[in-house]
């Protein structure tokens, strides 16, 4: 069991906007360390999408937006599409591991 | 920048230790920390452990007896073995670049080994 949580399903239809949510404590996302986001399509290496709680990564769309507050993050898909549908990881820093935390992943349906 | 290269038996027997190599192309290797990460079978990543250029480790507390991590900077490779296999250790494992360290994000990665541990 992760020490960040993420739901493990969100579904929306074409076009739709939908949002990810990514829960931690105060000894990683809490603690100030920065969040960042990955997809990954079935049977592939995860790529970057979101990096230091804000900022995509090149070449990823502006369709996909990350935020902070807290203890918890965000991801946030607008104008959903087909392609969309994969698999979502927010990863930390968590001072009590010292080293590197990932969310349980989160599964992208489209409708 | 080229993905890393990764390599490795892929099928192991229980107690038996895993040796995976991840070989790195391009200017990055000395300014980053490189991290191995698994993926078991349907379920999420696990980040395990990272090396630096010069030798410095970090590695998961409840990995640390069985997990070395080494590095070869003439060849630019670096390597994890991972002793006192388990079916639990069943997964697949990537090599990943760090912007940084383990603190920062991964952003590239190895094509995946899979291992399988089984009798």
């Known amino acids: 069991q992760s020490v960040v949580t993420q739901p493990p399903s969100v579904s929306g239809a074409p076009g739709q906007r939908i949002t990810i949510s990514c829960t931690g404590s105060?000894?990683?996302?809490?603690?100030?360390?920065?969040v960042h986001w990955y997809q990954q399509l079935p049977g592939t290496a995860p790529k970057l999408l979101i990096f230091d709680n804000t900022n995509r990564a090149s070449g990823v769309p502006d369709r996909f937006f990350g935020a902070k507050s807290g203890a918890s993050a965000s991801l946030a898909i607008s104008g959903l599409q087909a392609e969309d549908e994969a698999d979502y990881y927010c990863q930390s820093y968590d001072s009590n591991l010292s080293g590197s935390v990932f969310g349980g992943g989160t599964k992208v349906t489209v409708l | 920048q080229e993905q890393p290269q990764q390599w490795g038996a892929g099928v192991l027997k229980p107690s038996e230790t895993l040796s995976l190599t991840c070989a790195v192309n391009?200017?990055?290797?000395?300014?980053?920390?490189w991290s191995w990460i698994r993926q078991p079978p349907g379920k999420g990543l696990e980040w395990i452990g990272e090396?630096?250029?010069?030798?410095?480790?970090n590695v998961l507390p409840s990995l640390e007896s069985r997990l070395t991590i080494s590095v070869d900077t003439s060849m630019q490779h670096f390597s994890l073995k991972l002793n006192s296999l388990t079916a639990a250790d069943t997964a697949v494992y990537y090599c990943?670049?760090?912007?940084?360290?383990?603190?920062?994000?991964?952003?590239?990665w190895g094509q995946g080994t899979v291992v399988t541990v089984s009798s």
């Open positions: 090396i630096n250029h010069g030798g410095h480790t």
């Open positions: 105060s000894s990683n996302i809490g603690a100030g360390y920065s």
């Open positions: 391009g200017g990055s290797f000395s300014f980053s920390y």
């Open positions: 990943a670049k760090s912007l940084g360290s383990s603190r920062d994000a991964f952003d590239m």
